[in-house]
């Protein structure tokens, strides 16, 4: 099969097409036919080796794929071959056909596609994670997210909407302003002084602070907590890592609450099907629908990383493998 394996760990240049053989259905997995691979930023790290999780060279790369079961593995039950999933996994997605644990094989609602569904798994499950389950967030309190118009940021943007909370994104372009507005965030200001456009909107400040970019701004987001605030701490697209000094935590009776999604996962492979079980509804709904940046075919997975390295994604970069010309006329 035609799969995208990282080589060495020079950066996205370092990805190469290849032929290799396909994955078997062990026992306890689900092989999926790939219709579409989601690209994410930790796969941009994992190209330069700067990734915590990094597996041995080389390897097929990717984690989130939209698609249809090829062939059930023994033990497994629940599923049919044939049914539209999406699946999460460590690698692999970057192939026609990816081996996924059970566990982390989700059903997809008839009236999702399979494109936009490539771009939910890894987003939109850590966007739960940090809100809800982390952040506690609550119908009626205000939300502060940076990034808001990327991958991640746009599913906090919808998460946060769908949990009844009034959301401010903060962006750095126009066009990146005019995405989140369409998505329907309540309020939309830029990075350059946003600690300052944020008071005049919320003079007490905001009860959630969703941080996916860190640097610089992460001491001006603690400024923009009310009392009982937290801040979540998603990563560090910015590429430096800050500090907070604690007596700010102590002084604002604030909080600063680190969201590691794939970290929680360990020993919890039952919280994957537990979290799309919460957004089903919102999902059937139609309120949780990525924003799509690009589709590229498999063959330009280093251009992908490229575009996510160029920070001007306004929504999810995918990678097209097999497509979704069967469900084109009910989807």
Request: hydrophobic letters at 45%; aromatic letters at 4%.
């Amino acid at each position: 099969m035609k799969a995208v394996q990282l080589n060495a760990t020079d950066g996205p240049s370092s990805l190469a097409l290849a032929d290799v053989d396909a994955p078997t259905a062990e026992r306890g997995t689900i092989l999926i036919d790939v219709a579409y691979a989601g690209v994410t930023f930790p796969e941009l790290l994992q190209s330069r080796g700067q990734y915590q999780m990094q597996p041995p060279l080389p390897y097929t790369m990717g984690s989130e794929v939209a698609g249809t079961i090829r062939e059930l593995g023994e033990g497994v039950t629940g599923f049919s071959v044939g049914d539209r999933v999406l699946g999460v996994a460590g690698t692999g997605a970057y192939a026609e056909v990816m081996a996924v644990p059970a566990a982390s094989v989700l059903p997809l609602p008839e009236s999702v596609s399979l494109q936009s569904g490539a771009g939910m798994p890894m987003n939109l499950l850590t966007a739960d994670f940090a809100l809800r389950v982390r952040g506690k967030i609550e119908a009626g309190q205000s939300v502060l997210i940076h990034g808001a118009a990327g991958g991640l940021g746009s599913a906090l943007v919808q998460v946060a909407l769908a949990s009844g909370a009034e959301v401010v994104a903060v962006v750095s372009t126009q066009e990146k302003a005019d995405t989140v507005a369409n998505l329907g965030a309540q309020h939309v200001v830029f990075a350059d002084g946003f600690k300052d456009a944020v008071k005049e909107i919320f003079p007490r400040g905001v009860d959630l602070v969703a941080d996916p970019v860190g640097g610089d701004r992460f001491t001006d987001s603690l400024r923009c907590l009310s009392t009982f605030g937290t801040l979540l701490v998603l990563g560090f697209t910015a590429g430096q890592i800050p500090e907070v000094k604690v007596n700010r935590l102590l002084l604002g009776n604030i909080s600063v609450a680190g969201v590691g999604w794939g970290a929680a996962l360990a020993g919890r492979p039952e919280m994957v099907a537990q979290q799309w079980e919460t957004l089903w509804p919102h999902l059937s709904a139609g309120d949780l629908n990525p924003a799509t940046h690009t589709v590229l075919p498999l063959a330009r997975a280093s251009e992908a990383l490229e575009i996510i390295d160029s920070r001007s994604v306004r929504g999810k970069v995918l990678l097209e493998v097999g497509g979704d010309a069967n469900e084109n006329a009910t989807h």
